[in-house]
């Protein structure tokens, strides 16, 4: 079995949908929460955790926005986790993003939109010990 790192970004706490997004994964057979985490990001774990886009220009807003309020941080465990969270996110743009996925049915703008979910089995492995360090 896999494991996850999913963040519920800042849009989704103030938006009130942190429910509606934790109730798609949990509905999922076969998958558990087993970590949950609600926190304000500080710079130094953004730059841990978004370092491989340093110098993008979207880098800066990107930070500024993922430490503009609380994230609720979650680790998720089961059958092809990694690829199946992914799928229910939809891709990085909500509007290129199908409906029926988190980003496609609540999202519009390219930053806010509303999930982080770990792209590989080597990200989830390394995301995990920046925000999780004692999980076993
Ligand atoms: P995350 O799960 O947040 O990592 O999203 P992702 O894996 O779908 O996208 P990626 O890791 O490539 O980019 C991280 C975040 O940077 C995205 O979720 C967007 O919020 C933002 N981002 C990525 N590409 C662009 C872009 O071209 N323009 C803007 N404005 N933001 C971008
Ligand atoms: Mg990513």
Do not use: C
């Amino acid at each position: 079995t896999q494991r996850t790192l999913v963040l519920l970004k800042p849009d989704t706490v103030r938006r009130g949908l942190i429910g509606e997004l934790i109730s798609r994964i949990e509905r999922k057979a076969g998958w558990s929460i087993v970590a949950l985490e609600m926190r304000t990001l500080d710079q130094d774990t953004l730059e841990q955790h978004y370092g491989e886009h340093k110098g993008r220009p979207f880098y800066e807003p990107l930070v500024e926005f993922m430490a503009s309020g609380p994230v609720v941080a979650l680790v998720v465990e089961g059958e092809r986790v990694i690829e199946g969270v992914r799928a229910l996110a939809g891709p990085t743009d909500p509007i290129a993003a199908a409906p029926g996925s988190i980003r496609g049915d609540f999202g519009t703008v390219v930053r806010e939109n509303l999930i982080h979910a770990s792209d590989s089995e080597e990200s989830a492995i390394r995301e995990l010990k920046i925000f999780f360090p004692g999980l076993s």
